[in-house]
């Protein structure tokens, strides 16, 4: 994959093949890399019900975005950026699905916060964000709060902030991962890079 390589940003990571486990900071993570295929996950949508992974990403190409929580402003004005974007990657052929440790009733709040016309999925165990070497452990302060936030079910671990594009296998086209969590992926950039994959096929 050409240019579309060129613009994957891995900043100070050890390249490992992932494990599903909790780095001890955001910097230690070992992600699954561009070729590689996500595995099987269940998650959970707004209304509760549960989903396959492989079920959403079927029909079309997906761009995976994995964000803190609805609690964070960071996260909050990266989702309402990408919003911006929304119409311009579906008519690309693609579709995003946000996901996060919020329990599903948090990813209501955050929908109706936003007015995302995108996909919120609840990963509240962390199962799925471990599985793609994303998750490290959250600092002792955040520890209540997050356990409120998933209903019970994050025992102190977050996601680095991550942009994800899959086929509609699973298998990983592009990403964007950066441990600091105040950078993010533009819109602009992510456009840049859907184009290309399409350009690509």
């Known amino acids: 994959m050409k240019n579309v ?14 494990s599903a ?26 209304d509760a019900t549960s989903h396959k ?4 990403i079927a029909e079309k190409p997906t761009v995976l975005l994995f964000y803190r929580g ?20 579906v008519k690309l052929g693609y579709q995003i699905v946000a996901i996060s440790p919020d ?16 996909s919120l999925y609840s990963d ?3 199962k799925f964000i471990q599985s793609l070497g ?11 709060m997050l356990n409120e936030k998933s209903d019970g079910l994050n025992d102190g671990f977050l996601p680095v902030p991550s942009v994800f594009v899959v086929d509609t ?11 600091d969590y105040k950078v993010r992926l533009s819109a602009g950039l992510l456009m840049a890079v859907l184009r290309e994959l399409k350009n690509e096929q």
């Open 70 to 89: 609805g609690w964070c402003p960071f996260c909050n004005a990266h989702l309402s950026e990408i919003q911006g974007v929304q119409s311009e990657v």
């Open 134 to 144: 994303i998750a490290f452990k959250a600092p002792e302060k955040y520890s209540g």
């Open 5 to 18: 390589s060129l613009i994957f940003i891995f900043l100070g990571f050890a390249v490992f093949a992932a």
């Open 21 to 46: 486990q909790i780095a001890e900071k955001a910097e230690d993570i070992s992600p699954l890399l561009i070729g590689e295929t996500i595995s099987e996950a269940e998650l959970k949508a707004p």
């Open 169 to 179: 296998s699973g298998k990983i086209q592009f990403e964007y991962i950066n441990p």
């Open 124 to 126: 509240a165990d962390g």
């Open 53 to 56: 992974i492989s079920a959403i």
């Open 103 to 118: 329990s599903p009733k948090n990813l209501q709040a955050t929908d109706e916060k936003d007015k995302l016309d995108y």
